[in-house]
């Protein structure tokens, strides 16, 4: 009677016994990832997990493309602090269109209902305000 071959994969330090087809595939996996190691070696392609030590990761030196940097967060307030002081001296009625449109998201169709005016009246309204409030953070002096 022929003997059972067992088939055994290194996890940690302890062998476990696994199946012909699980062993075959994982050594094939193995064998890929030597062979792309081997050429990007040729290549002169290197890992930044290479350069890792005890106190950094070698993938912190790429820079974060997506982060914002001190100077567009600065910006950014006080744009805000500018469209801020503009939009607390327009009438209430355009703050309250403003305020509808972008912060409670309702649609022009809707805001439009709730006013008793058409749709297109409401989107000329809000294409004028933003050109208003344009022309208003252009002239605004810093404070």
């Given amino acids: ?42 290549r ?6 290479a350069i890792d030590t005890e106190e950094f990761l070698g993938e912190e030196l790429l ?8 100077e567009e967060t600065a910006i950014a307030a006080i744009l805000q602090q500018q469209l ?13 269109l403003l305020h509808a449109l972008y912060f409670e998201e309702v649609t022009e169709g809707q805001y439009a209902q709730r006013c008793g005016v058409s749709q297109t009246s409401v989107s000329k309204q809000r294409r ?4 208003k409030l344009r022309r208003m953070m252009k ?5």
Avoid: N, W
């Avoid at 994969?9 to 062998?15: E, M, N, Q, S």
């Avoid at 493309?65 to 001190?70: H, I, R, S, Y």
């Avoid at 002239?139 to 404070?143: R, V």
């Fill in 63 to 70: 820079p974060d493309t997506q982060a914002t940097t001190v």
């Fill in 44 to 49: 002169g392609v290197f890992s930044y997990h």
């Fill in 84 to 96: 801020r002081r503009c939009l607390s001296v327009l009438p209430k009625p355009e703050q309250a």
């Fill in 1 to 42: 009677m022929a003997e059972k071959t067992h088939y055994y994969i290194r996890v940690g330090c302890a062998l476990v016994e696994v199946s012909k087809e699980i062993y075959t595939a994982y050594h094939q996996l193995k064998r890929r990832e030597r062979y792309l190691e081997e050429r990007d070696q040729k």
């Fill in 139 to 143: 002239i605004q002096p810093e404070s």
């Fill in 128 to 131: 004028k305000l933003l050109r």
